[in-house]
């Protein structure tokens, strides 16, 4: 109680105003990957899409409400599920790699070897995955024996053209690096919202420590 009535409420302020800039630039980066797609919607559906699915996200277990985005931009493009389902994925994966790549540098600077180590191979699992799911000829060896070997007959159809609408327009990996830096910013800017409110406490930890 005591902590509560001595808060800072100017800094706890100013950490709500965050909430602009971050919801901005996560709506951004995720309009340039549509974009990128060639699926026809504007920025602002895209932000109430994002505020809902952010909502469904803050609700579920493992934030897997955020994925009701697919159903949205759906509705507003009239493009495949599949195509829009790689968009989402695409999305939420340089989220992971971001929080993966601040939570690398974070271990370097102030934890144990063993950890760093830890954060890095997991790194490099999640990147080497996110470019297989990305590159068709790589992963399409795989789709092929799933395709003859274990799918029944009657789903082939289905699987072969599912496949080829989400390697449709599939963005180039060169051409994520301005979403993914626009995540790592967004990432870093939710890391300062909750370092103001540390402040506010009255918690006083060198900037960079935090983060």
Request: with cysteine.
């Amino acid at each position: 109680l005591k902590s509560l009535l001595e808060v800072k409420l100017s800094l706890l302020l100013l950490s709500l105003l965050l909430f602009i800039p971050i919801f901005l630039l996560q709506t951004y980066k995720w309009h340039l990957i549509v974009k990128l797609q060639n699926l026809r919607t504007n920025f602002l559906y895209l932000s109430k899409a994002n505020i809902l699915g952010n909502f469904y996200g803050l609700i579920t277990p493992a934030r897997i409400g955020y994925f009701i985005k697919i159903d949205y931009l759906k509705e507003q493009t009239k493009a495949p599920v599949e195509k829009c389902s790689a968009n989402v994925t695409i999305d939420r994966f340089l989220d992971v790699l971001s929080v993966f790549l601040i939570a690398v540098i974070g271990s370097l600077m102030i934890f144990n070897t063993n950890l760093s180590i830890l954060l890095i191979a997991s790194s490099i699992v999640i990147l080497l995955l996110f470019i297989f799911l990305m590159k068709p000829n790589l992963n399409k060896p795989i789709f092929k024996f799933i395709y003859y070997k274990l799918l029944p007959e009657k789903l082939k159809q289905k699987a072969n053209h599912s496949f080829h609408v989400v390697y449709d327009h599939v963005p180039k990996i060169r051409t994520l690096i301005i979403p993914f830096i626009l995540s790592l910013l967004t990432w870093v800017l939710i890391n300062t919202q909750v370092y103001l409110v540390a402040l506010s406490f009255s918690v006083h930890i060198p900037y960079t420590t935090f983060i």
